[in-house]
């Protein structure tokens, strides 16, 4: 599945969030909370948590900046499930790494959805909004970039 769209949602007071109807499907075997590096939490179906955990635990443990990448994912990363009305629960540690209060954004990003405080995201949004065309410009190096470092990793 591919998540697209923002979707405007409320916290309730036990913490728990509603995930769009349309992404719940791909969640029906569990998800993965965590922190995102841009101060939202990140939602991972359990085979793109797989991907992802496993290219993070590739890199050298020699390497300072490896060791820390690993520290912040793995230390904030929670396993859920959706309940009957299609919510999760957000462990206090993410809402507060994030500072999401009760109005929330949950943006699709393709392999994985993201959960934003509502001015947070705003900021963003309008940021992203303004540099469209320098990041698409940047887009293909940006992808030659990766397609080398995953040859690397492969060897």
Known sequence: M???GEYEHRIDPQSRVAIPARFRIAFEHGIILGRAYDKCVVIYT???WERAASDIARKP????SARKLAR???SGAF???LDRSGRIVIPSQLREYAELG????IVGTGRFIEIWSINTWDTERKSLISQASEIAEAAPKINKLLAQNEAETDE
């Open 2 to 4: 591919i998540f697209a």
């Open 72 to 74: 912040l994912t793995f």
């Open 61 to 64: 443990s020699t390497s300072a």
């Open 102 to 105: 009760e109005d929330v954004v």
């Open 46 to 48: 359990p085979k793109e």
């Open 79 to 81: 396993t859920g499930k």
